[in-house]
């Protein structure tokens, strides 16, 4: 059979395709758009009611293709009212910068120094702002706070240092010359370094909050910079004398009040930095060196009479002991950076941005665990703590954060 057709007869077939795949398309057309729905009726009590069906179109364009619900909310991440060892609410008592702020002489409150007026105030866990004095002091480069808030040695931008008793409303200038202030533990001396132009002049001495009085303890010399002013709670030291051994070692001693030999003792790192515990017979410190990646590291050891020395170990924490404060007898609490890269002890500005975890260190035992990730009510756990402080019932943990000087506080039970 010879199905060859000619070229007219070809020219018919196509036409009458085309006519056919026309037709199919504006009828598919008139039914989606154009045809009328059809009715059916339903029961609705005991009424037959008539409702709309619509044809149904599956035109299968997303079969096979996964689209993601940009619009979809996971929710934030668990937040704990009271610090667990997990995501906990540092709720801001203070939305503004607060410099050098400490603990107020209630021992539940904070008080800081406000930059913008000059003035000092408090604060309390409901965020209610209390003037602490009427008196501004513009220009205060430094907050030197005696032990029970109620002092303070004003350090200003221009070198001038001012004494101020925020009870009784008395001040006093103090000599230039005079830098690292620390009080005695019931504040009625002033422990400072006389940096005088001379080196032959340069003292570690005690002074009267009134300027009178001034005794020396130790000839500084050349030797300023490695003398740290802090007096113990016990009283029997003032300041510490730190020097190089080698690369990696220190020597550390104790400088008495009264001109005693006090032991050495050798400390494994560089940058040493240290706060005595409560009872001034312990203290830590933290250091970095090669067995720590150069990373800034936490110890222990004792520091008092002859047991100075003694039972040095190290707390296996990475970070600075300005970011530690301590609660009630041996307990401590420190800010620890989440990651530090290797060589931070060099430079501490890198963790400037590094997010923060709160642990919890018992010094005499060494025991410690995570108690807190500072979380806002949003989700975010980003703060880096600049300084802590801890209420004297133990309740609240406060700290300022490094970017805006905020202060927080954490629920601790």
Known sequence: MNFNLTDTQKKVLYVTAMLVVAAFFGFLIYVLFFKAPKEEYVNINGNMVPITVFPEINLNLNIGVS??????????????SVANGGNTLAETILP?????ATLAANGQDMQYYNAEDGKFYTVNADGEIVSLS?????????VNWSNNSNQAVLEFQDGYNLYYDFQKKQQYTLPKEMEEFTFSPNNDKIGYKYMALDEEDRW???INPDGSDPKGIERLGENGDKVQVSWSPSGKAIATYNDYMDGDRQKVIPIGLNGENYKQMTVEGRDFNYQWSPDGKQMIYSVFGSYSDFKPTLWVVDAEGDAIGNNRVPLEID??????????GSTAYCAVPNDLPTGAGYNKDIANDTPDSI?????????KSLIAVPTSATGTSAYTVDSMNISADGTYLYFTDKAEKNIHKIKLK
């Open 67 to 80: 689209v993601e619900n940009v619009n979809a909310f996971e929710g934030i991440p668990a937040i704990s």
């Open 96 to 100: 503004e910068a607060a410099q050098d």
């Open 134 to 142: 009427d008196e501004a002091f513009k220009g205060v480069e430094k």
């Open 204 to 206: 570690l001495g005690t």
């Open 319 to 328: 970070t600075w002991v300005d970011k530690c404060t301590f609660g009630t």
């Open 359 to 367: 642990y919890k260190i018992d010094i005499k035992t060494g025991t």
